[in-house]
């Protein structure tokens, strides 16, 4: 069996689809089943050695800027013309691959089977989070993408029990759970000292804080947050600054105010974007990781928390309750006196962030790339 991935989220600046991407690739060839796994980008196909030769862009990076013009210019011509060349070149291309799997929603036309990863339905059940371009083009091209899939995977039972809720006309047996992995040889409990003083000197941080780690949007309930965090005692506050890490998105002016107002009482840290190989490390560094999101399709963050040994405040929401189990301080997120009771109860109780890290270890233990790699070469089989 030959697998061709959409390799697009990859090569850019990477967030959750792109490292998911990427280690589903990962995961694939090392399970030996597979004859070859190609990465389909804008320009090419690659192998993994060959991806690996090729810096993915960073936020300010010429082609991320200059794509990032167009798209404000020309949002629907450049979309349009991106998409019918990729489908063109995709096209031609899947012809010697068994399965071509999508990994970002909208799969484009191919000669060969379609797989198609959905990671959520905010565009449906949380619009006013997302651009609402990307609402319209979704609404416009996810049925029928689906529809015209041999396989759905659906990253969490939540998530595929949205899918089928929203899409009724899909087969359930043709929807697949894969549950993420997280990668334990660099999301681990075992601290080192040095490492997380040469952090904390590189990011300007205190030896205790609170850590908010991904990009910095309205779904990810950042104003909720700092209007909880606002809340706490003035103690725990100097004791436990808020770390703000990662790069703002789209709808941060949203949450600029209450963040700058606690920032201007150096009660706030913002970080920007944070290279890969930091986050462990930061993640072990603090001492509550924050994770309050209105809505998720899995969570991956606060399970790579959990295995690094992090005590997780998490949203009450149903896929994140899946993923942590028992392993986490729940809060509604909708509610900053809420948050703010349950910091509280985190920064204050050394023997609850204790046990809850304990808790967090030996949950996110059987989450692994592995075996995400295994339950997705069902679907393939299924599909082919």
């Given at each position: 069996?030959?697998?061709?991935?959409?390799?697009?989220?990859?090569?850019?600046?990477?967030?959750?689809?792109?490292?998911?991407?990427?280690?589903?690739?990962?995961?694939?060839?090392?399970?030996?089943?597979?004859?070859?796994?190609?990465?389909?980008?804008?320009?090419?196909?690659?192998?993994?050695?060959?991806?690996?030769?090729?810096?993915?862009?960073?936020?300010?990076?010429?082609?991320?800027?200059?794509?990032?013009?167009?798209?404000?210019?020309?949002?629907?011509?450049?979309?349009?013309?991106?998409?019918?060349?990729?489908?063109?070149?995709?096209?031609?291309?899947?012809?010697?691959?068994?399965?071509?799997?999508?990994?970002?929603?909208?799969?484009?036309?191919?000669?060969?089977?379609?797989?198609?990863?959905?990671?959520?339905?905010?565009?449906?059940?949380?619009?006013?989070?997302?651009?609402?371009?990307?609402?319209?083009?979704?609404?416009?091209?996810?049925?029928?993408?689906?529809?015209?899939?041999?396989?759905?995977?659906?990253?969490?039972?939540?998530?595929?029990?949205?899918?089928?809720?929203?899409?009724?006309?899909?087969?359930?047996?043709?929807?697949?759970?894969?549950?993420?992995?997280?990668?334990?040889?660099?999301?681990?409990?075992?601290?080192?000292?040095?490492?997380?003083?040469?952090?904390?000197?590189?990011?300007?941080?205190?030896?205790?804080?609170?850590?908010?780690?991904?990009?910095?949007?309205?779904?990810?309930?950042?104003?909720?947050?700092?209007?909880?965090?606002?809340?706490?005692?003035?103690?725990?506050?100097?004791?436990?600054?808020?770390?703000?890490?990662?790069?703002?998105?789209?709808?941060?002016?949203?949450?600029?105010?209450?963040?700058?107002?606690?920032?201007?009482?150096?009660?706030?840290?913002?970080t920007g974007y944070v290279p890969q190989q930091d986050v462990p490390g930061l993640m072990r560094a603090a001492s509550v990781f924050c994770f309050p999101s209105f809505y998720e399709g899995f969570g991956l963050p606060a399970l790579e928390a959990a295995a690094c040994g992090?005590?997780?405040?998490?949203?009450?929401?149903?896929?994140?309750?899946?993923?942590?189990?028992?392993?986490?301080?729940?809060?509604?997120?909708?509610?900053?006196?809420?948050?703010?009771?349950?910091?509280?109860?985190?920064?204050?109780?050394?023997?609850?962030?204790?046990?809850?890290?304990?808790?967090?270890?030996?949950?996110?233990?059987?989450?692994?790339?592995?075996?995400?790699?295994?339950?997705?070469?069902?679907?393939?089989?299924?599909?082919?």
């Open positions: 069996m030959r697998i061709l991935l959409n390799g697009v989220p990859v090569v850019r600046q990477r967030t959750g689809i792109g490292w998911y991407t990427l280690r589903l690739a990962q995961a694939l060839e090392a399970t030996g089943q597979v004859e070859a796994v190609g990465l389909a980008t804008a320009t090419r196909l690659l192998t993994l050695s060959q991806l690996q030769m090729l810096a993915p862009e960073s936020p300010g990076s010429g082609h991320a800027a200059a794509r990032r013009l167009v798209g404000r210019i020309l949002p629907r011509l450049g979309r349009g013309m991106a998409g019918w060349l990729r489908t063109v070149r995709v096209h031609w291309a899947s012809r010697d691959w068994s399965i071509f799997h999508e990994t970002n929603y909208v799969g484009p036309r191919v000669a060969c089977p379609l797989v198609t990863t959905v990671a959520d339905l905010c565009y449906m059940r949380y619009p006013q989070f997302m651009p609402s371009g990307r609402c319209d083009w979704l609404r416009a091209n996810l049925a029928r993408s689906l529809e015209r899939s041999r396989a759905v995977v659906a990253i969490s039972r939540f998530t595929r029990d949205e899918i089928l809720d929203c899409f009724p006309q899909i087969d359930p047996a043709r929807v697949f759970t894969t549950a993420l992995g997280v990668d334990h040889e660099t999301f681990h409990p075992r601290r080192d000292e040095a490492e997380a003083a040469a952090l904390r000197e590189q990011y300007g941080l205190p030896p205790r804080f609170v850590l908010y780690l991904g990009t910095l949007e309205p779904r990810k309930n950042l104003q909720g947050l700092a209007d909880g965090y606002a809340l706490l005692p003035r103690e725990l506050q100097q004791e436990f600054p808020l770390v703000l890490a990662g790069t703002p998105g789209w709808g941060s002016g949203y949450f600029h105010e209450s963040i700058e107002r606690l920032r201007q009482q150096g009660l706030v840290r913002l992090t005590p997780v405040l998490s949203a009450a929401i149903e896929p994140l309750r899946e993923i942590l189990g028992e392993a986490a301080e729940y809060v509604e997120p909708d509610s900053p006196d809420d948050i703010a009771a349950g910091l509280a109860r985190l920064l204050e109780q050394d023997e609850r962030r204790a046990r809850l890290a304990s808790l967090s270890i030996e949950r996110a233990a059987p989450f692994t790339w592995a075996r995400c790699g295994e339950a997705t070469l069902a679907a393939y089989r299924a599909a082919a």
